[in-house]
């Protein structure tokens, strides 16, 4: 969960990306967009089931966020590995801040709303259901749309970047994604380097939430013991002066003796 204060911080750090990444007529346009909508977009869930990642308030902002962070560390991998530069960081930036868009709904209706059924509050833990008056499409497509329908353009990068950033997850991105000729594959990494971000950001929030909860008392006490256990042996100076006197170089074990 989120306070007030972190969910606020999200969302201006977020148009902040915008402001610093988009360029010209289309970050204006794009940050209008978002601006109208943003009563919605600051409360906004990741998801709407708590199993999966970031479903709280402000859950998916702060997904978003982590994803264009993320995009802009993988992206430096690749490029230390020797990747073709094929597409351009605003292009990295737009793809990030859009490709879970289409959670957002129609302008109309949200994708998530309030559970409304008190047994599946109470047993399943559900605070959000999924809205059915919204008609099925995919999140990328929805997305899409609604970059589409709002006169927001993006380009070929872009598009695939956002249609295909759940990977093979997603059974209909095979098409694109596992070309077997070199005709066939991809001519641009930045639909990789997106999805990686996206695995890596909901899978660091699944670890947050879920992990402790996984592991149990048990285990986080063994762990806080661990730490204690350092903790003492570090302040023990009997255990430290016998270490240091076992220390060839005596340039090292003065600077032990300070730690
Ligand atoms: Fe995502």
Not at 88 to 100: G, R, V, Y
Not at 147 to 169: C, Q, V, W
């Amino acid at each position: 969960m989120l306070t007030p204060e972190q969910i606020k911080s999200n969302w201006d750090k977020f148009l902040n990306t915008i402001d610093t990444h988009i360029s010209g007529e289309r970050g204006d346009k794009l940050k209008q967009f978002y601006l109208k909508h943003e009563e919605r977009f600051v409360m906004m869930p990741a998801s709407h089931k708590s199993q999966y990642h970031n479903c709280f308030p402000g859950g998916y902002i702060d997904h978003v966020n982590r994803v264009v962070e993320a995009a802009l560390k993988i992206d430096e991998v690749w490029r230390s590995f020797g990747m073709v530069d094929t597409y351009t960081t605003e292009e990295l930036i737009f793809s990030a801040i859009n490709h879970d868009l289409g959670k957002f709904g129609d302008e109309q209706n949200a994708s998530y709303i309030e559970q409304t059924d008190q047994w599946r509050r109470d047993k399943l833990n559900e605070t959000y259901m999924f809205n059915d008056r919204l008609e099925y499409m995919t999140v990328p497509d929805r997305g899409l749309y609604l970059l589409m329908s709002n006169g927001i353009e993006y380009t070929k990068n872009e598009f695939l970047a956002i249609r295909t950033h759940d990977g093979l997850y997603e059974e209909a991105n095979k098409a694109y994604l596992m070309g077997f000729t070199p005709e066939t594959k991809p001519r641009t990494s930045i639909m990789f380097v997106i999805h990686q971000a996206d695995l890596m950001a909901a899978r660091i929030e699944f670890e947050k939430e879920w992990l402790p909860k996984l592991l149990g008392p048990k285990q986080e006490q063994s762990k806080e013991s661990k730490t204690n256990n350092f903790k003492l042996n570090k302040n023990n100076s009997a255990v430290k002066q016998k270490a240091l006197k076992t220390m060839i170089n005596p340039a090292l074990a003065d600077i032990m003796k300070n730690i």
